[in-house]
């Protein structure tokens, strides 16, 4: 058996997020796509690839009961 949990206090969470492929992903995305204002496109892209990664990870994942 394995000793593996999910737990759900801040630290988890922390680490879950800042861990994420869709933080660096969004982020390169974004900021190749507004050459204008590569800061604010890797920003915005950081949290828009954050926002559907965690979605995928939650309903995709299991971790919500359907």
């Known amino acids: 058996m ?9 630290f988890s969470w922390g680490a879950l997020i800042v861990g ?10 974004g ?4 050459r204008g204002h590569r ?10 690839g954050l926002a ?3 979605f995928g990870w ?3 994942g299991d971790v919500v009961v359907r």
């Open 58 to 60: 939650l309903y995709f």
């Open 20 to 29: 994420s492929p869709g933080i660096v992903v969004g982020g390169l995305v």
């Open 52 to 54: 559907l990664w965690l």
């Open 2 to 10: 394995s000793n593996v949990a999910l737990s759900s206090d801040l």
């Open 39 to 48: 800061g604010w496109g890797a920003a915005i892209g950081a949290v828009l």
């Open 31 to 34: 900021a190749l796509a507004w």
